[in-house]
């Protein structure tokens, strides 16, 4: 059998497929967050009203939403960085929602929420 005959590349490329078909997935949207998760972002979203930040960080978050999951891999690169300044768990639990889709409009509503609260 030729090296590269038909059935061979044909062979060879579904094998390819199957290997990279979920390589860029990503979990559905709407999926629950756990108890922590929704403590952390709430935390977080209490921290941003508190200083008076929310309109900029409404827009940022608005701004850079397409790009959470480079953000997501960014925080894995420096997690031996910052884990001098944050806990570790609480790093990597970040990391972990920046990787899903839907976790800036949710703090982005959190925000809003709180807002619209203050007197």
Known sequence: ???????????????LTALVRHAFAVEPEG????????ALLERVAATVVERGMAMPAIL????????????SQALHF?????EVIFPQRDVERVAQLLERRDTL??????????????P
Request: no cysteine; glycine share 8%; charged share 15%.
């Open 1 to 15: 059998m030729a090296p590269f005959s038909k059935g061979f590349l044909a062979q060879r490329l579904s094998g």
């Open 78 to 82: 420096f997690t031996p960085i910052l």
């Open 31 to 38: 999926q629950p967050l756990s108890p922590e998760d929704v």
């Open 105 to 118: 409009s949710r703090l982005t509503v959190l925000i809003e929420r709180r807002t619209s609260t203050l």
């Open 60 to 71: 940022f978050l608005e701004s850079v939403g397409p790009m959470s999951f480079l953000g």
